[in-house]
């Protein structure tokens, strides 16, 4: 070992250094086989919660974990183990019986072994858990009838629309859960679906949403299933006859023409069904008497086929005479 100039090299210097590397060494591994214990707080899930029964009192979000062992797997452990969250099994909990049969006691040190397992402690031994016990407060269940409503967006192909009303099933669910949850609901909605250029129907089974504020709703079903009608529509042409309503007596009256040809768009199937009887054509007189300047009365469409869609007139409104009846 060379100096700068002035110092001297002195061999004894070098072995005590050396000397005391290697007795530190020997003392910390002498520290750290030594066993210890050292807490740490993990943030916790619950699974498995009775779905009847909705919790009325805040579990813990975190458990203090006491571990014991060596220093160097305490060490190991700090350093190499992944933080993550702890889930609790809370099927496990026994419930009181009389006045106290809906408090539920849920002792964690009989999960010693699953949250060793999840947090991977190898060596490692849990000495303790805080809180040993969480004891939970259950609700009395509230049920109520709710109507379900489908949430759909639905965009036909070219000449293809509804050719009847969408079925779904169930119409009306019964849910169950906290009352002040329940309380702020009044349909179960399905989650939205959208659909595309449909040119066939179909039957989709589609989920129904929970809002993620009613933490404790349970549905006694997951989904619901909507029946779409569609099929391709054609043009139809009817001449239906006209109805004169409002009338004043002592007046008569009379249309020209009687008869108006009504048009819509009909599904191909029920094409040949389509027959005057199923449209209303209504001329309303009521607005008009023997000293009536208009020479034209309009016409309304009260009645047209379920199934049809975009009916229309021609034309939409009609001459008329109106004579005054003879007395006897």
């Not at 805040?58 to 006491?66: C, F, G, N, R, S």
């Not at 939205?192 to 079903?221: E, F, M, Q, R, W």
Request: overall charge positive.
């Amino acid at each position: 070992m060379k100096f700068s100039e002035g110092i001297k090299s002195n061999p004894r210097i070098v072995v005590f250094f050396i000397c005391l590397l290697i007795s530190s060494i020997f003392w910390l591994f002498t520290i750290l086989s030594k066993d210890y214990s050292q807490t740490e707080k993990y943030p916790v899930a619950y699974k498995n919660a009775p779905a009847s029964r909705p919790i009325s009192k805040e579990l813990p979000d975190t458990l203090l974990i006491t571990f014991e062992g060596t220093g160097m797997n305490l060490l190991a452990h700090h350093w190499f183990s992944v933080p993550g969250k702890i889930e609790v099994d809370l099927g496990q909990m026994r419930f009181g019986e009389g006045e106290n049969e809906n408090i539920g006691i849920l002792n964690l040190n009989l999960q010693q072994g699953q949250i060793a397992e999840q947090l991977n402690t190898g060596p490692l031994k849990i000495s303790r858990i805080f809180p040993a016990q969480v004891n939970c407060r259950f609700e009395i269940p509230y049920t109520r009838i709710l109507p379900v409503k489908p949430l759909l967006q639905l965009d036909f192909a070219d000449q293809y629309n509804l050719s009847g009303e969408i079925f779904f099933s169930p119409k009306k669910i019964m849910v169950r859960g906290s009352r002040p949850e329940i309380e702020k609901l009044d349909t179960i909605y399905t989650e939205v679906v959208s659909l595309k250029k449909l040119h066939t129907g179909g039957n989709y089974l589609i989920p129904l949403a929970i809002p993620d504020a009613c933490k404790t709703i349970v549905l006694p079903c997951k989904n619901a299933l909507v029946s779409i009608p569609v099929e391709k529509f054609t043009e139809a042409e009817v001449d239906c006859p006209i109805e004169v309503a409002g009338v004043r007596f002592p007046y008569n009256i009379k249309l020209f023409p009687e008869k108006v040809t009504v048009s819509c768009q009909i599904p191909l199937s029920k094409f040949r069904n389509v027959k005057p009887s199923d449209f209303r054509v209504v001329a309303d007189a009521g607005n008009i008497n023997g000293k009536t300047s208009s020479p034209l009365l309009s016409l309304s469409i009260l009645k047209s086929p379920a199934f049809s869609r975009n009916c229309r007139m021609e034309p939409n409104a009609v001459e008329f005479v109106l004579t005054k009846q003879q007395l006897p």
